[in-house]
DNA sequence: CGGTTACTTGATGCATATCAAAGAGGGTGG
DNA sequence: CCACCCTCTTTGATATGCATCAAGTAACCG
């Protein structure tokens, strides 16, 4: 297993009397960062590094010590678990907005890799931490988030334990359009920025199925298939019904 | 569908003279209580209330307004989410020790049902909110514990979505026997308060899979089955490489 | 002790996995 | 600029693990 990838850098604590990439940032309000005023941002960026990943990059690793937290700012990225025999299961995919970093025992819980060119905002959990406990708003977003993401992980497991091939990819496009919606990205088309592989280890199914149950969606007149890996959902209501598994 | 139940309640904020059920608890150290000190300790009873439900009845229920938070002191817990069809997903069981309350949007993720006689501390949302600003403590801790939730939904997942049927009951019975020991309670044998059908909504199964799963590992000489619903582990390592998917 | 519920076991079926190979892009070097 | 190659996707044929359907058996409780 190869070490971690050490991306190119940028650092953003000094000054060069350009527009602040904070305040101008365009997810502050999705990340734990945007309770926070004018001043306590400024000791945020004094602690965090920009740096960015190219397609197939590794962010963090399982099992590593987990010496930072990231905030994506653009881009997309993969988390997975492998099993000893190399079983994949990945249990997530993160967009500009969302948070990385999750940790047990101060190790990752999973690894994560950059499913295309992906920037990020890099903290030192340590001094992360320090500064948390100055500014308590820290926390407390960190903590809606983190209610968030397990209410997305119940709903992941409902996905996995009990539906259908067609109920799993329905879900998986609704999902994804609905976070297209609340980054104020158009609901339709779907932009896919994995593989038929990533899906089917995601929605716990082979790449062949997943193939085929996307013939099946676009034969029955549910969605289409466009260029560039997008989905255009043709039948909202229909998705729907067939994602609640009614 | 029915409403919450209401349980019998002990009211606690009050004197009697006796023995601190706070100070005395045997489980703070793994809730949000843990860190606080005495008279901080003092300022959640106030808040608080003891709260008992006999085996079967609900807590609290998926989309209801979440108006309580709950640790869980005695007994146990399932939570589950249904499909409109009927289809069921338990998402988790809870012991003493464990938190209850996840929401989104400020309903219920989930619903809840005591699995036996179960005692709670009960703590209305908003005043413990409203004590959290004051005692950082509290939401530093549910931060932890919900990044460790988070962790072991990550777990559920991989089990979900790539595991067979004989791993995923070994890799359950493990991670039983583990709860136990951390509440300080012998690894083996494992108790088990639910039954096959929960077992089963629990791995994404069906209480037959379930049921002839368990008679291959006693075949196997990897377990036994004892009365009153426990489990001895009579092969460790077997149970192991089984639910870690050698 | 009878009735009810939970559990186990057996026979069969099906949704999805597996194995296999044929398109479809997409990038690169000649 | 085109031809080739590599990878991803789709489609087809077959296999299988678990679900479903169906009884029997054990445990529990009033």
Redesign the interface.
């Known amino acids: 297993m190869s070490a971690t990838a050490t991306p190119q850098v940028m650092e953003s604590g000094s000054s060069a009397g350009y527009s602040d990439p904070c305040v101008d940032c365009q997810v502050r309000q999705y990340t734990f960062c945007g309770p926070l005023d004018r001043e306590e941002v400024q000791q945020l960026k004094s602690i965090l590094t920009s740096s960015q990943y190219s397609s197939g990059e590794t962010l963090v690793l399982e099992g590593e010590a987990s010496e930072h937290v990231f905030n994506i700012t653009a881009g997309a990225v993969k ?1 997975y ?1 492998l ?3 190399g ?3 990945i ?1 997530g995919f993160l967009f500009p907005g969302d948070f990385l970093g ?3 025992a101060g190790e990752y ?2 690894s994560a890799e950059a499913l295309m060119p992906t920037l990020t905002c890099r903290f030192p959990r340590k001094r992360l931490e320090s500064l ?2 100055d500014l ?1 708003k820290i ?2 977003r ?2 809606e988030l ?6 997305a ?6 996905l ?4 259908s091939a067609a109920e799993k990819i329905a879900s998986f496009l609704r999902s994804l359009s609905d976070r297209q919606q609340r980054r104020k990205l158009p609901a339709n088309p779907v932009v896919l920025p994995m593989n038929r592989s990533d899906i089917a ?4 199914l082979t790449t062949e199925t997943v193939s085929r149950t996307f013939t099946q969606l676009k034969t029955s007149g549910v969605i289409s298939l466009r260029n560039g890996g997008m989905v255009e959902i043709s039948n909202p209501d229909a998705l729907e019904e067939l994602a ?3």
């Open positions: 988390l678990k099993l000893p025999d079983r994949r299961s249990t999750i940790a047990k819980a999973y948390s406990a308590p926390e407390h960190l903590l983190a209610f968030d993401e397990l209410a992980a119940q709903d992941q497991m409902v996995l334990g009990r539906k280890d995601f929605l716990g609640e598994g009614v």
